[in-house]
């Protein structure tokens, strides 16, 4: 019997498409990192934009770095409050009382952005246009209505008391604090409640852990009780927990005896903002549950603020 040797095409394409597909690769990543690199400025003028910045920062301002994908603002800025997201809403910058936007190709390009800081009623006070290869634009907005912050919850994560109230009726205070986070005795690698910096809704969001119990328990966070009028706040799943989570989580908020906030997070992508008035100088308690809390990576913030004087 005479075998003839056959040719699998499958098999064939499978073998020959992964070393193409590496060479490409290894190809078209520096390609595309240096052209990347010609669309921003040459040091010269990224040095004269980080100068006419820095003149200009003062506390309580945050810098908007647009596009997002480009290093040049946190490489030359990054030890100032800044920002490169895909996306902002007006919540965002609720407590900053000016927003300085770096935008390359020039703020105008950027619509979406443009139309929110009208919304948070702000007034272009300068603008500065660097000629280039391209150009990048250093515009500052006033905002109009500022918020106070008395207490952020991660950024005063030590202040704060953490509980478990775990399914079997057991209560348990989270008192080790470890590595930025209160670590709670049972199944510390992931019930513990600290500081992250995770991708929420494509974007990184600086947050504060808090992966719900089992079915029946609740993880509670006693938060300082401080002259304050006000919570504005956010939360939602991870973006790999948003597609793979097994229930939603339900978020509370008490101040005393009174609930003032209360919403259920369902296992979708995104972050959601909620705000909540709270009588002053009361305890307030932020609390997490769910009825089944497999992949339960879950994520918020809460500041408390009054009004800037």
């Known amino acids: 019997m005479v075998v ?10 499978s073998r020959t498409a992964l070393p193409l597909f590496v060479l490409v690769t290894l190809v078209a990543s520096p390609l595309l ?9 040459s040091p010269a003028a990224l040095d004269a934009v980080e100068v006419s910045v820095r003149r200009a920062f003062r506390d309580g301002d945050l810098v908007l770095a647009e596009p997002h994908y480009l290093g040049y603002a946190r490489m030359r800025l990054g030890d100032l409050p800044l920002w490169e997201p895909r996306h902002v809403v007006a919540d965002d910058l609720a407590t900053f009382r000016r927003v300085h936007v770096l935008s390359f190709a020039g703020w ?3 619509p979406e952005l443009l139309r929110l800081l009208r919304l948070r009623q702000g007034r272009s006070l300068e603008g500065r246009r660097k000629p280039f290869q391209h150009s990048i634009t ?3 907005f006033d905002l109009a209505t500022p918020e106070r912050v008395v207490f952020d919850l991660r950024r005063d994560i030590e202040q704060v008391r953490v509980v478990s109230r775990y ?5 348990a205070v989270c008192d080790r604090f470890d590595r930025d986070r209160w670590l709670c005795p049972r199944d510390f690698t992931w019930s513990y409640v600290g500081r992250e910096t995770l991708d929420i809704d494509h974007q990184p969001r600086e947050c504060v852990w808090m992966h719900p119990l089992a079915r029946g328990g609740v993880l509670r966070v006693e938060l300082p009780a401080v002259a304050a009028s006000n919570v504005l706040g956010g939360f939602g799943f991870t973006r790999d927990a948003s597609r793979r989570a097994s229930a939603p989580v339900h ?4 101040a005393g005896d009174e609930e003032v906030f209360a919403s259920t997070h369902p296992v979708v992508l995104g972050w959601r903002h909620f705000q909540a008035n709270v ?3 009361v305890p307030l308690f932020l609390e997490v549950t769910t009825t089944h809390n497999g992949a339960s990576h879950f994520c918020l913030n809460a500041v408390l603020t009054e009004p800037a004087p």
């Open 33 to 41: 990192s240096t052209w990347r690199t010609s669309q921003v400025a």
């Open 167 to 171: 399914p079997d009726g057991t209560e």
């Open 4 to 13: 003839i040797p056959t040719f699998d095409y499958k098999v064939g394409m």
């Open 251 to 254: 978020v509370r908020l008490v």
């Open 279 to 281: 009588p002053t100088s």
């Open 108 to 110: 105008e390009k950027f």
């Open 138 to 140: 250093h515009t500052t």
